[in-house]
C-alpha cells in the first residue's frame, strides 16, 4: 500500500495541527496503522498505533492525553490530531501500515511494512 502523509508546518508551542495520511487501498480497513516521527539526530520512535480492528488505540506516554490517532475506512485515511505541542514534538512524522503485526510489536519500525514520505512539524517555544 502507497501512503502520502500532509498537514505539518510551523506552529507555536500550544498550538494543535492535525496530521492526515492517505492510503491507495481498497482493503484500507484491514490495516493497522501508526505514526512515528524521527527528529535529527534521532532514531524513529513510535507515536501512536490503531490497529485494524479499530480497537483501543495505542501511545507513546510523551504523547498520550495530547495526540489523538483516528481512522476513516470509508476515505482510506488516518489522522494524528496533535494538540498542546511542545518544541520536543519537533520532527519528521511518519504514517506506516501494517497488514499483520503482533502487539508487541506495535512501537517496532521494522514491523510495518508501509511507509509514508514524512511531514515536517516543527514547535517553536
Known amino acids: 500500500v502507497q501512503l502520502q502523509a500532509s498537514g505539518g508546518g510551523l506552529v507555536q508551542a500550544g498550538g494543535s495541527l492535525r496530521l492526515s495520511c492517505a492510503a491507495s487501498t481498497r482493503t484500507f480497513s484491514g490495516y493497522t496503522l501508526g505514526w512515528f516521527r524521527q527528529a535529527t539526530g534521532r532514531e524513529r520512535e513510535f507515536v501512536a498505533a490503531?490497529?485494524?480492528?479499530?480497537?483501543?488505540?495505542f501511545y507513546a506516554d510523551s504523547v498520550k492525553g495530547r495526540f489523538s490517532i483516528s481512522r476513516d475506512n470509508a476515505k482510506s485515511t488516518l489522522y494524528l490530531q496533535m494538540n498542546s505541542l511542545q518544541p520536543d514534538d519537533t520532527a519528521v512524522y511518519y504514517c506506516?501500515?501494517?497488514?499483520?503485526?503482533?502487539?508487541?510489536?506495535?512501537?517496532?519500525?521494522?514491523?510495518?511494512?508501509?511507509w509514508g514520505q514524512g511531514t515536517v512539524v516543527t514547535v517553536s517555544s
Open positions: 490503531l490497529k485494524w480492528t479499530n480497537s483501543n488505540p
Open positions: 506506516t501500515a501494517s497488514r499483520s503485526i503482533i502487539h508487541s510489536n506495535l512501537g517496532v519500525p521494522s514491523a510495518y511494512g508501509s
